[in-house]
């Protein structure tokens, strides 16, 4: 088994800060009481856009985090790496679209695609984390997948709440922004 790398402890803060400074501008830029295009709009999105070509980056890497040593178990983890893969690209495909209207009017995201996207990028990201807080030595606690399905569930109960997400996502994500192998450091509860 592999310790964490420097490139996933520093995704694993990096992640959560871009995410909080898209809530942050999303929550400027709705003060006038709407979300358009602007500076604050541009801007965030721009963060946002950033947060999702390195959570792809991250699907990838904690996929390297899960040992694969049975047939069953690559198979779970090819397939959580391909679903969170493919759901971080729906969602770059949407910001794109918000950051630049001709992609959206030209190529919108298919409408089925627009729920499945999302869905199969928190499946695959929390079935990997899972998997990893599975295995012996545990690669995270078995809290940090709940603290990740709590930030995904505060997005999804109301957008203004991305800020607070982005801080639950970083507590979720922070035994592996530790340098540390796992499984010598304190037992993992």
Known sequence: MRSTTRATRLLCVLIPLLLLLYGVLRLIDGMDGDHGPGTAWNLGHAFFLAA??????????????????????????GAATVAGVFGAGCFVWVILGDLFSGIAESAPLPGPLKLAGPLAFQLGLLTLLIMASAVRPRRVPLWSPALVFVAFALIAVNLDLIPLAAVVLMAGLAPL?????????????
């Open 177 to 189: 922004a530790r340098n540390r192998t796992p499984g010598t450091a304190h037992a993992l509860v």
């Open 52 to 77: 999702f070509l390195l959570l792809g980056a991250f699907v990838v890497m904690l996929r390297g985090l899960v040992p694969a040593d049975t047939v069953r178990m690559r198979v779970a983890t």
